[in-house]
């Protein structure tokens, strides 16, 4: 019995791809409220943000746990070309995005990052565990509109061109960030350069690009309820990012938003 039809018993294309957009959408939602309430996954400048006593409490150079949690996403996408090797262009578009997604985080996390701190083993977990669940569940509901008609309005070559803008928006802010500390220093700084001037967290916004890339080229409820629910963790986590740096740095320029430049 091969792993695709092992996959189609387990979990069988009824109410379940509903519930699972609906529960993807909810979760990341309730995760981006945590964080407004100052409940945050403790990673970056968060990483002893307060929790609760019950929190797993080892923690882990970052990046090391960067490595960690992107790296079976990242496998997931690899292996899907094996899985499912033969179906039609906007399945082989959906399973290269994600793939190229993961793969440009671990590409980063060795070449580009300058990590200074660790992340916490409970937030590592949870991060992994979400990426993994993410980048199995996109390719694998992608499987059911196999051989069904394509949608009235063809959007995937859409989605590829706002994947790739995303992508490379993202990526140019992550460099950008990577060139504000020397060697050898742990001492955060105001970011500066590209839409840093407008926004504090502008690798976010283009994160968001990327994923509505994958919903346009997927053209499932599932891939739509992965941006949505992203799109509001990250508008939630970029809104206290904005509010530590505030508390932070007295020159912080007050009109610089968090997420959408003149905006919020």
């Not at 995005?97 to 977990?125: N, P, Q, W």
């Not at 990012?241 to 932070?248: A, L």
Request: proline share 4%.
């Amino acid at each position: 019995m091969t792993i695709p039809m092992v996959l189609d018993i387990l979990f069988p294309p009824t109410l379940l791809l509903t519930g699972a957009s609906v529960l993807t959408l909810l979760s990341l939602a309730i995760l981006g409220v945590l964080e407004i309430r100052g409940i945050n996954m403790k990673y970056s400048k968060f990483v002893n943000a307060a929790s609760s006593s019950s929190s797993i409490s080892f923690k882990v150079p970052s990046r090391v746990g960067m490595l960690l949690l992107y790296t079976p996403a990242f496998l997931v996408g690899v292996a899907s070309f094996w899985l499912y090797p033969a179906h039609d262009s906007r399945f082989i578009f959906l399973k290269s995005a994600v793939t190229i997604h993961f793969f440009k985080r671990l590409f980063e996390v060795i070449f580009i990052h300058k990590y200074s701190g660790e992340m916490s083993l409970d937030t590592l977990i949870i991060i992994l565990v979400s990426y993994f669940f993410v980048s199995l569940s996109l390719i694998y509901t992608q499987t059911f509109n196999q051989g069904l008609s394509e949608p009235s309005i063809d959007l995937k070559y859409l989605g590829i061109v706002l994947f790739l803008i995303g992508i490379s928006g993202n990526f140019y802010h992550h460099y950008l960030l990577s060139k504000l500390r020397t060697k050898g220093e742990k001492e955060y700084k105001i970011p500066k350069g590209g839409l840093f001037e407008l926004v504090i967290c502008p690798h976010y916004l283009f994160e968001i690009l990327e994923f509505l890339g994958i919903s346009l080229i997927s053209q499932t409820l599932y891939s739509f309820s992965v941006t949505l629910g992203s799109a509001l963790y990250l508008m939630c986590r970029s809104y206290v990012t904005r509010k530590w740096y505030v508390s932070k740095f007295e020159d912080f320029p007050k009109e610089v938003k968090a997420f959408i430049p003149f905006v919020f």
